[in-house]
């Protein structure tokens, strides 16, 4: 499913209506349809509800559910918010036809005090005032009942498209419905996955209106979501004849005395990810305690001086498939040597945590390495390698990523909620898996051994990137599920549950398969 911005709708909008060759009627029509079959199965009849329109094609959306609605003699009022004379377009056409069915349309103008009395008999309220088109500050009457609709708790509210009052790309937000349940057109909008905006849409539903798949292919940016779907599509499978070195041979390079348990977390995330062999090179103060955790794991301890690495690792002795280096290696001792010593190796290299900390003493290095290269970055670290804000970088994630990505030649995980994978080539990927239970110590440590682990067994990178991202969250949903709390779930949690979850998805992969 690909996610759109507001230019980029009105320009499959205007795509699809003037090369396509459906007309804008029939467009609205199909929205106003789609959501009301979504809310037949939702509301009960007996539910007394409002259609709040504006007069934009959001407001003509509203119209054809409140006529739909009524059509199935739900209790619905339809109230049109500004002067009927400002309803053009499609919205007038749907505005004529509703009243062309024998249905009365309640004006808020002229009724100000009425309207905002009765909206709390209401049980329902379904937003279609601005839509889209949100700009700059709220006016009235807009800002006055959207409060209003706000402050009545036991309603329940459905917003068309984007909620009332947000930008549907994102950014700050003054006034804005509060909304229940999200019901957006054909394609959710970036500000659905950015914050403030997303905490504004509740319950995220996409309705397909039938715009042809050329219309988002020739307007839009390549934005989609990473399903479930994705990951069953293209987790590989295990072969009977394959042995240890199949499924890679991958080096972590991290560790100090003060976060020894990090690099631990990686190694382990690693293996319960499927990894081959594993080796751990690490500061050889931290060996004898690091060693006891598991015997899977191959060790090559390294000299270190004040439990932090103290010189160059040979890494060119080892036969590996892939790289992490970052989880606890700190910021001391010679980093930045054991970070361009791994960057020069042909292989695939994951770069998280404090490897990140000297990005630009070897961003360079990065531009011009022919094998992958795979940043794992928090808002914050990424703030910090480009010279922004962390407001900057969440107000603008996307763009970021995007950016950062086609300048580096790099993968990049721009991590947080709703987690954006960026290819080199500049498309991106969404994950919406995942709970507040993962902003604790330890979680990125767990992702970045993931990563590692399956770079070394899907043949494509993006795959292979995009599932650990999805997996990484489904457990920590899963935990959830399963009686914990978001504010206790621990990171080594999360690598307990990976099980549970790729035995799911295994499941469902050669069940598919079979029918």
């Known amino acids: 499913m690909h996610i759109v911005s507001s230019s980029e709708m009105y320009a499959i909008d205007r795509y699809t209506i003037e090369q396509i060759g459906m007309s804008?009627?029939?467009?609205?029509?199909?929205?106003?349809?789609?959501?009301?079959?979504?809310?037949?199965?939702?509301?009960?009849?007996n539910e007394r509800i409002?259609?709040?329109?504006?007069?934009?094609?959001?407001?003509?959306?509203?119209?054809?559910?409140?006529?739909?609605?009524?059509?199935?003699?739900?209790?619905?009022?339809?109230?049109?918010?500004?002067q009927k004379e400002k309803v053009k377009g499609a919205a007038k056409k749907s505005l004529q036809i509703f009243e062309n069915c024998g249905y009365e349309v309640k004006h808020y103008i002229g009724n100000e005090q009425m309207f905002m009395e009765q909206l709390n008999q209401y049980d329902v309220i379904i937003d279609a005032l601005l839509g889209i088109g949100t700009k700059?500050?709220?006016?009235?009457?807009?800002?006055?009942?959207?409060?209003?609709?706000?402050?009545?708790?036991k309603l329940t509210v459905y917003s068309i498209d984007v909620p009332s009052g947000i930008s549907a790309d994102g950014g700050h937000v003054a006034e804005a419905i509060k909304a229940d349940v999200t019901i957006t057109i054909q394609y959710p909008k970036l500000g659905a996955y950015v914050f403030p905006t997303a905490d504004f849409f509740g319950e995220l539903h996409v309705v397909d209106i039938g715009i042809p798949p050329i219309s988002v292919e020739k307007n839009t940016d390549y934005r989609r979501l990473w399903s479930e779907d994705d990951v069953q599509n293209t987790l590989p499978t295990r072969k009977r004849?394959?042995?240890?070195g199949t499924y890679g041979k991958g080096l972590v390079i991290g560790g100090s005395r003060n976060m020894a348990g990090a690099v631990v977390m990686t190694a382990k995330a690693a293996l319960k990810s499927g990894a081959g062999l594993l080796t751990m090179a690490i500061p050889n103060d931290i060996y004898s305690v690091v060693a006891t955790?598991?015997?899977?794991?191959?060790?090559?301890?390294?000299?270190?001086?004040?439990?932090?690495?103290?010189?160059?690792?040979?890494?060119?002795?080892?036969?590996?498939?892939?790289i992490a280096v970052g989880p606890g290696i700190g910021r001391k001792g010679q980093v930045k040597k054991i970070v361009e010593a791994a960057l020069d190796l042909p292989v695939p290299v994951v770069l998280d945590a404090d490897a990140l900390y000297f990005w630009k003493d070897y961003d360079s290095i990065i531009k011009d390495r022919k094998e992958a290269t795979i940043v794992?970055?928090?808002?914050?670290?990424?703030?910090?390698?480009?010279?922004?804000?962390?407001?900057?970088?969440?107000?603008?994630?996307?763009?970021i990523a995007k950016q950062f990505a086609m300048e580096y030649g790099c993968y990049l995980v721009l991590k947080g909620p709703f987690t954006i994978v960026t290819t080199a080539d500049g498309k991106q990927y969404v994950n919406t898996t995942g709970n507040p239970g993962l902003a604790k110590g330890g979680s990125g440590d767990v992702l970045t051994g993931m990563i590692l682990s399956f770079i070394m067994q899907h043949e494509n990178l993006r795959d292979a990137i995009n599932n650990a991202v999805y997996i990484h969250g489904k457990a920590a949903d899963r935990l959830i599920e399963n009686g914990h709390s978001e504010m206790d779930i621990l990171a080594t949690d999360v690598i307990e549950a990976l099980p549970e979850i790729l035995n799911h998805l295994y499941k469902n992969k050669m069940g598919t398969k079979c029918l």
């Open 24 to 45: 804008e009627e029939s467009l609205m029509e199909n929205a106003g349809q789609s959501v009301a079959r979504v809310l037949l199965e939702r509301v009960q009849p």
């Open 241 to 244: 004849s394959s042995h240890k």
């Open 136 to 153: 700059g500050t709220l006016r009235s009457p807009f800002k006055e009942i959207i409060a209003k609709v706000n402050e009545i708790n």
């Open 293 to 322: 955790y598991f015997p899977e794991v191959m060790y090559y301890p390294c000299l270190s001086k004040d439990g932090y690495f103290s010189g160059e690792i040979d890494i060119k002795q080892f036969d590996v498939k892939a």
């Open 50 to 82: 409002a259609v709040l329109a504006g007069s934009g094609n959001n407001g003509g959306d509203g119209i054809v559910i409140a006529r739909i609605l009524k059509s199935y003699q739900y209790a619905i009022d339809l109230w049109l918010i500004p």
């Open 376 to 399: 794992t970055p928090h808002p914050g670290e990424m703030a910090r390698m480009i010279d922004a804000s962390i407001h900057e970088i969440e107000s603008n994630r996307f763009k």
